[in-house]
């Protein structure tokens, strides 16, 4: 005989096992809200043998990093492509991202960064723009916090100017007009 399941037992975070139920069933499965870890067994009665338990199984459920904000650390959110940067700081309120993922409008799946920094670096007239940024929690569940309200980045182009004109004339006379062209 190989027995029958009495009951189902869990654990959490070490704090003993108990009784949750489920008598007969083969299976259990419940949603997890709160992280830590929970350890899974079932009690098995065979018949005149004595009560055992089985193996346990782990489950180890990690956070969720809180929604993070965006500061800008460097020259501001509108400079000139002069050597001035812009410089996008991440928030990590509650200490749960390992990693932080930018985006640009209007591309939300695409990452233009992704690493274990919380700064993205912006320098040229081409990364104007609105963007925004996810934390990323610890493998190997990488849970992903909600995207962040957006920032506007504006990255001018310096301006250019070609003189034209000029010459040679006599003295007393009237040169010919030098004119400046703005690009």
């Known amino acids: 005989e190989t027995g029958s399941i009495l009951n189902w037992e869990r654990q959490f975070n070490g704090g003993g096992f108990i009784d949750i139920g489920n008598n007969g069933v083969d299976t259990f499965s419940e949603v997890l809200n709160v992280e830590g870890t929970y350890e899974y067994r079932a009690v098995i009665d065979n018949g005149p043998c004595t009560t055992e338990t089985s193996t346990e199984t782990t489950i180890v459920v990690n956070p969720i990093p809180v929604t993070p904000s965006i500061t800008e650390v460097g020259d501001g959110v509108d400079i000139c492509e002069n050597g001035d940067q812009v410089i996008l700081q991440s928030s990590n309120v509650d200490g749960n991202a390992d990693e932080y993922a930018w985006f640009r409008d209007p591309d939300l799946v695409t990452p233009v960064?992704?690493?274990?920094?919380?700064?993205?670096?912006?320098?040229?007239?081409?990364?104007?723009?609105?963007?925004?940024?996810?934390?990323?929690?610890?493998?190997p569940t990488d849970c992903e916090s909600a995207i962040s309200a957006p920032i506007d980045i504006v990255v001018n182009p310096l301006p250019t100017a070609d003189v034209t004109g000029g010459g040679s004339v006599c003295a007393g006379v009237p040169g010919p007009p030098a004119v400046v062209t703005m690009t």
């Open 113 to 139: 960064q992704q690493t274990n920094s919380n700064q993205l670096i912006l320098t040229s007239v081409a990364e104007s723009g609105r963007y925004y940024v996810q934390a990323i929690g610890i493998n």
